[in-house]
């Protein structure tokens, strides 16, 4: 640093000379200021033009002595500015020995804090980082306030520097800005037009949520309807369309297998070809909600700091209207079942999974024990997708009676304005538990529309055994099937929802350890 500020001295002195040899010049040179008065003064053809006429000897004795008087006036100035870049110099080599003893004393402290054989942990270098930071630059102030009014110019330069050296400091110690693409899995639906419309609607930042389309199937019409938001999109065409050999009895399945194989290279051009950290997963027929983009923000620092959790899902299994409070939009769930349906996954959970992927059924295979490992996922009270595809290749199934009457959300939730450390297991798991079982015991009869029962909850339905949990599910509307024993929106074999505008848990037992894989 002193060596550039000695180079722009050395830059200033030359320039010095030169400017006052130029000057000299044209002092020399310049017509004098005639008097005012008859002839026009010194203006050209005036009777005193170049002081010729009448007294002209003294005329340029006077000329010679203003001309002095000048130079010497310029001089003076000269000087000056020569002395203010001399302290200017001082200054910055005073701020650079006041941060180097600052930096040492930092240094002593920490040393005599830590112990001589005690080593800072990683986040601890960052925080004295910061301290290292903040401690010159009150030096800098309090130095750079005593430059001359002249200099204000380089003291706007030395705060921008600061300020800089801050901006980088402060990314590197909040999080950054991360990249959080979303794929959209397409095959022969025209209709993903009504997805993307939304997508593009809500995005807000193409440079922080790309969209990448992955189209299976090779449909023109459908390529051409992707193909018309030009740039908008990243289009990807899935290269292998043939059939895939399959056993006699899972020829109705072909679809399933496809769409397994397709999930494979999609994923693998994310993480492996685009390099991504994270991705959000939709499929062709869902449309999103206004704060789709902002709640996946929001919850990606959760997911990536909680190894208890692997999925952030924007779906809500048991969402219908009626069965979610519809004040608690902000209201967010753990759930040991894997949701689907727009959800999003790190990098690290694709190099786990991606080896052993199976050939089709991938999301009943990722309910398996051995693929969730005891992991769960993050779930809102209110969905933020919903599916328009009544048609595919699972043919309609749950749709008509549960899937089309999913409640999306309409009101946007600043979540990234929110605190969600609530959903850390440690944290979530004592409170979860507390409310469940200390809210009171009730029979289904109890919460019907004329039941005795009264008080705005929460409640608590009990069930035992597989078939009770059936006959409850289906008595309370809510999903009633079990993947591996557990429930569709299920946590700690808990399912919580709303009936006739009270909460209600349909709950296991008090001590519940772990499901039951016979109960599928």
């Not at 008065?37 to 005193?48: K, M, N």
């Not at 992955?214 to 449909?219: A, E, K, R, Y």
């Not at 929110?418 to 109890?446: G, I, N, Q, W």
């Amino acid at each position: 640093m002193v060596r550039k500020k000695g180079s722009l001295i050395l830059c200033g002195a030359f320039l010095f000379v030169a400017w006052n040899a130029l000057l000299l010049l044209f002092l020399w040179g310049r017509p004098p200021i005639g008097r005012l008065g008859e002839g026009g003064g010194a203006e050209p053809g005036g009777r005193e033009e170049w002081g010729v006429g009448k007294g002209g000897g003294s005329n340029l004795a006077g000329e010679v002595i203003r001309l002095a008087e000048e130079v010497e006036s310029e001089l003076e100035t000269q000087k000056k500015l020569l002395k203010q870049i001399q302290s200017h110099r001082s200054l910055w080599e005073q701020q650079k020995e006041l941060g180097k003893r600052e930096l040492e004393q930092q240094k002593e402290e920490k040393k005599e804090q830590s112990g001589p054989e005690q080593k800072s942990p990683p986040p601890q270098k960052l925080s004295s980082l910061e301290n290292d930071r903040k401690s010159p630059n009150v030096g800098l102030d309090s130095i750079v306030s005593q430059v001359p009014e002249s200099k204000q110019g380089t003291k706007v330069e030395a705060e921008k520097k600061e300020a800089t050296f801050h901006t980088k400091v402060d990314v590197t110690e909040a999080s950054p800005q991360v990249v959080i693409p979303v794929l959209v899995i397409a095959c022969d639906r025209v209709t993903v037009k009504r997805s993307l419309d939304k997508l593009i609607q809500y995005r807000p930042s193409p440079e922080l949520h790309p969209i990448i389309v992955s189209q299976d199937c090779g449909h023109a019409e459908t390529a051409r309807v992707i193909g018309s938001y030009g740039s908008q999109v990243k289009h990807l065409s899935q290269p292998e369309i043939s059939d895939i050999p399959v056993r006699p009895e899972h020829r109705k399945f072909q679809g399933y297998y496809k769409i397994a194989r397709h999930y494979r290279w999609a994923l693998n051009q994310v993480f492996r070809t685009l390099s991504y950290s994270t991705v959000v997963i939709v499929e062709d027929d869902l449309e999103v909600a206004p704060d789709f983009f902002e709640y996946f923000r929001a919850l990606y620092p959760i997911l990536r700091s909680d190894p208890s959790l692997w999925c952030v899902s924007a779906w809500n299994d048991n969402g219908r209207d009626g069965l979610v409070d519809p004040g608690r939009a902000d209201l967010l769930y753990r759930t040991d079942f894997f949701p689907g349906l727009g959800w999003m996954l790190l990098k690290e959970l694709w190099d786990e999974l991606e080896p052993k992927w199976p050939k089709a059924f991938w999301d009943d295979w990722m309910r398996q024990p051995e693929q969730r490992r005891e992991r769960s996922c993050v779930r809102p009270e209110v969905s933020r997708t919903m599916t328009f595809g009544r048609k595919g290749v699972s043919l309609g199934q749950f749709f008509d009676q549960y899937l089309r009457y999913i409640k999306l959300n309409a009101e946007f939730v600043p979540f990234t304005t929110l605190d969600l450390s609530y959903l850390v297991r440690d944290k979530y798991d004592e409170k979860f538990e507390k409310e469940v079982y200390v809210a009171p015991l009730v029979k289904v009869e109890e919460l019907h529309q004329g039941g005795s029962l009264k008080g705005a909850g929460p409640f608590r339905v009990q069930y035992s055994s597989r078939d009770s949990f059936k006959v409850l599910a289906r008595n309370l509307g809510v999903m009633d099937d079990l993947k591996s024993g557990v429930p569709r929106a299920g946590y700690r074999g808990v399912v919580s929802f709303f009936s006739r505008g009270r909460r209600v848990y349909l709950a296991p037992p008090e001590g519940w350890t772990h499901y039951d894989t016979t109960w599928s």
